[in-house]
């Protein structure tokens, strides 16, 4: 296999990171064939990100009247919030090809040079997880992004020559979980930036809806917003919960979603009414019956739970404080009166408040 067939066919956002479904379920093949279904094809049918969208429309807009390729765009945000989708959606817009690949897939200059002199005009190339890209890889990304070129070594010592090749104009577009560990140089090369947000209930809803009508799943609407309301902001995990409890329906009724199969079904996997699974409920638990309610280090609560720091401090941790349960402190992390409550517990005079986190 060649290295563009190893780089052009690199899977797309979330694959290989510790999954942020709170059903903690491995996704199998077909479980990503579904969310490919579930995907929408413009920006039109997008739901939710309306700032974003409206951006992004005259960014293309503008770009189609003047018969040129569009800026680089990059996307950041935590994961599950439609980057992907959207960089699909931008190669539909502009009727291109795309190409996909990720940070991590550019481990040489070789890796990219391949994908890049491949290319056609006017092609998208998405690079997710871009800030994991390898220092040699993203230094030649400067020059193709800035001038449609690449310069291409051959030989090695004394010897070794330099060959200019040029690209035909084409639109990268990045996405980041981490926009901070992007280097400068990467970062000003992008001429439009798009931050996606945390989704409200609302929005959400009308997630779970439409996916429901595309997987012909017969559900109420207090059942769709039940599922909306324990999706912690995130329609990848949305879709994922309505699948389970269509599992249920399935086989514990008569395949319609109510309200009441809607909390049976996420009772069953473990997702309680604010949208904590077993890990999340793990960490609040060490954090209070274990250490008082803090403050606690990271890399103690991995311990404590059986879990790696990193997977603590990114798929539990963001969440548990967006949610009011968890402070960050300079001395570690703290519970706050919520999470003593949500455990059924009195918190201790000390605790730190709702008000008290800003």
Not at 35 to 49: C, Y
Not at 93 to 102: I, P, Q
Not at 143 to 158: L, N, Q, T, W, Y
Request: proline letters at 7%; hydrophobic letters at 40%.
């Amino acid at each position: 296999m060649s290295d563009l067939e190893k780089t052009e066919f690199a899977l797309p956002e979330g694959f290989g990171r510790p999954d942020d479904s709170p059903v903690g379920l491995t996704v199998l093949p077909e479980e990503r064939d579904v969310e490919k279904s579930l995907r929408p094809k413009s920006i039109n049918e997008f739901i939710g990100q309306p700032k974003v969208r409206e951006q992004l429309n005259l960014v293309l807009a503008g770009a189609r009247r003047r018969g040129v390729t569009p800026d680089h765009i990059l996307l950041s945000g935590p994961p599950g919030l439609g980057k992907t989708t959207m960089a699909m959606i931008i190669a539909q817009e502009l009727g291109t090809s795309l190409r996909m690949t990720s940070g991590p897939a550019l481990e040489r200059a070789g890796d990219l040079a391949a994908m890049l002199s491949n290319l056609m005009e006017g092609d998208v190339l998405f690079i997710d997880e871009i800030h994991r890209i390898a220092r040699p890889a993203e230094e030649m990304l400067y020059m193709a992004m800035e001038d449609f070129r690449i310069d291409v070594i051959v030989g090695k010592g004394p010897g070794a020559t330099s060959i200019p090749l040029e690209i035909p104009p084409f639109t990268l577009v990045g996405a980041t979980t981490r926009a901070g560990m992007l280097t400068g140089p990467l970062r000003d090369r992008f001429g439009f930036t798009a931050q996606m947000e945390f989704y409200s209930v609302e929005d959400l809803t009308k997630v779970v809806t439409r996916a429901a009508s595309i997987l012909g799943v017969s559900i109420e609407p207090d059942a769709a917003v039940e599922i909306a309301s324990r999706s912690r902001g995130t329609p990848r995990i949305a879709n994922r919960l309505l699948r389970r409890v269509r599992d249920w329906a399935d086989v514990n009724g008569n395949g319609h979603v109510d309200l009441a199969a809607a909390r049976s079904a996420l009772a069953v996997f473990d997702v309680d009414e604010l949208g904590l699974d077993r890990l999340d409920r793990a960490v609040l638990d060490s954090l209070i019956r274990g250490h008082g309610g803090g403050p606690v280090g990271v890399n103690t609560l991995a311990i404590a739970v059986g879990e790696e720091p990193g997977t603590v401090e990114e798929v539990c941790e963001p969440y548990l404080v967006r949610a009011g349960l968890m402070a960050r402190t300079g001395r570690g992390r703290v519970a706050t009166a919520s999470a003593w409550h949500h455990l059924g517990m009195t918190p201790p005079p000390d605790a730190p408040g709702q008000l008290d986190l800003f």
